[in-house]
Nanobody, 125 residues
Framework: AVQLRESGGGSVQAGGSLSLSCIIS????????RGWYRQSPGKERELVST???????YYADSVKGRFTISHDDPSDTLYLQMNSLQADDTAVYYC???????????????????WGQGTQVTVSS
């Protein structure tokens, strides 16, 4: 069975850092790779960052320069290092995999097939 198991998250003050991890099992890595979404109360789920099989990375404009995505191939573990966190970063963060499509710059053009359970990140100002 496919599993995406997240860890990390928590509460931090603005300007602080947090790191998320996601162990993926039972799933081959497609060309579109792995990614992170987030959802804040009252807002739609948004794509935060992706990393393609060939290593191309994508970041939403709101997190560029602050977040770093990485992937360990042998363990199929996905990471998201989040620095200079802001109150607007408060959300439930979801690990995701295997979207139907993606563009050459790494942005996912279709929803992923697989999701993690989500982990809460709270940034206080």
């Amino acid at each position: 069975a496919v599993q995406l198991r997240e860890s990390g998250g928590g509460s931090v003050q603005a300007g602080g850092s947090l790191s998320l991890s996601c162990i993926i099992s039972g799933l081959w890595m497609s060309d579109c790779g792995r990614g992170w979404y987030r959802q804040s109360p009252g807002k739609e789920r948004e794509l935060v960052s992706t990393i393609a099989k060939r290593g191309t990375t994508y970041y939403a404009d709101s997190v560029k320069g602050r977040f770093t995505i990485s992937h360990d191939d042998p363990s199929d573990t996905l990471y998201l290092q989040m620095n200079s966190l802001q109150a607007d970063d408060t959300a439930v963060y979801y690990c995701a995999a295997d979207p139907h499509g993606c563009s050459n710059d790494g942005r996912w053009t279709d929803p992923p097939l697989y999701w993690g359970q989500g982990t809460q990140v709270t940034v206080s100002s």
